[in-house]
């Protein structure tokens, strides 16, 4: 049944309490977009707000909750798992799992994308996310977050099912995050501006906090790992020594948490970078995961995101767990950076 049908209709809203919440302004976008559609896409993202509400909720009780702490063991990225790690893992897979409409899920803790539903007819979404990302710092109350990142199901039949999901960042329908910080906030796109919604934990429900978000064109923080600086690229390395010696007075902030330092740059501008290093030759985040729902959300808030070479929505994924440098930012520390990478030994 169409949205029409079913009866969506604009009702004027009259109240002291913002009441546009998120599930009403997916409803509203998609209904203007498709006027056709079914609403599946939109019980998709009620099924990753509902896993934010619960991860959030046990990331809060951490100290309390028996999920806390490193498991012992290691997941496919070489890192070791937190109990958390397993725990939103396992809500995302069961929210999403049972929409009816996902038929494949990804995950940055899976080593193999799991099939919920054969036939793309019905399982015509293709969800990936980092279920718990940063969170080595969970044990110290830092900000953690959720990322995800959806894309529609090619029927691609007889592909393997890597291929199928090996999809550039382009043909991302919606991607986002939950940052759980000194309030939980979604901030998502379908690639009609960026919004962002906060947690009203009196009625449990996301609200509009700010819609249409725009990145500065300009910032003053810079945001980086410095202490691998040694190993970074040397157009990195200058770039560096020109952030610090501008008269733009720039002021480092690094949190160690991608949602958290991304959502800063978001509000406030500047640059976040992670280059490659010795360790990560290929850069340490992931590009179907981290870098490509990032990448997405900063364009569409007018910042730019590339890997060094381009940008990182072209980047034709190799392999599912593949790492890609990420430099992303407001368009003026970008367009400095470029300079730099194009021309590295006269800026
Ligand atoms: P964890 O999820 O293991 O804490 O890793 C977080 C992360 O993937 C990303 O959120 C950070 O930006 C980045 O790693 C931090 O890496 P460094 O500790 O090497 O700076």
Same mark, same amino acid.
């Given at each position: 049944? *169409? ?37 599946? /896409? ?111 199901? *090619? ?171 990420? /430099? ?20």
């Amino acid at each position: 049944m *169409a949205f029409a049908a079913q009866g969506f209709e604009r009702v004027p809203i009259v109240a002291e309490y913002n009441i546009n919440t998120f599930a009403r302004h997916v409803v509203t976008e998609q209904q203007d977009l498709h006027p056709s559609a079914r609403g599946s /896409f939109c019980w998709l993202l009620n099924g990753i707000e509902l896993a934010c509400k619960i991860i959030g909720e046990e990331v809060r009780r951490l100290g309390l909750s028996r999920a806390a702490g490193s498991t012992g063991t290691i997941n496919v990225q070489g890192e070791e798992q937190q109990g958390l790690d397993i725990f939103a893992n396992k809500v995302l897979m069961d929210c999403l799992g049972s929409r009816g409409n996902v038929g494949l899920l990804a995950s940055e803790e899976n080593e193999e994308p799991i099939v919920m539903i054969e036939h793309p007819e019905q399982g015509e979404y293709i969800v990936m996310f980092d279920p718990l990302d940063g969170s080595s710092n969970l044990d110290v109350n830092v900000s953690v977050g959720t990322i995800f990142s959806v894309y529609r199901r *090619a029927g691609a039949h007889g592909k393997a099912l890597v291929e199928e999901v090996l999809q550039t960042g382009r043909n991302q329908i919606a991607a986002g995050y939950a940052l759980y910080g000194s309030s939980t906030v979604i901030v998502y796109t379908t690639g009609q501006g960026v919004h962002s919604f906060t947690l009203d934990p009196a009625v449990g429900t996301f609200v509009l906090s700010h819609s249409d978000m725009k990145m500065p064109a300009a910032g003053h923080i810079y945001s980086v790992n410095e202490a691998y600086a040694d190993s970074f690229p040397p157009y990195c390395r200058r770039f560096l020594h020109w952030l610090k010696s501008s008269d733009e007075a720039y002021r480092l902030r690094y949190i160690g948490s991608l949602v958290a330092d991304f959502h800063r740059t978001l509000l406030k501008g500047g640059i976040f970078m992670y280059p490659p290093t010795s360790f990560f030759p290929e850069g340490k985040l992931r590009l179907m995961y981290e870098a490509n729902p990032i990448a997405f959300l900063a364009e569409q808030a007018g910042g730019m995101a590339t890997n060094g070479t381009g940008a990182i929505l072209d980047v034709v994924p190799g392999t599912l767990h593949q790492r890609v440098p990420l /430099f992303v930012g407001s368009t003026q520390e970008m367009t400095k950076l470029r300079a730099f990478i194009d021309r590295p030994l006269k800026v």
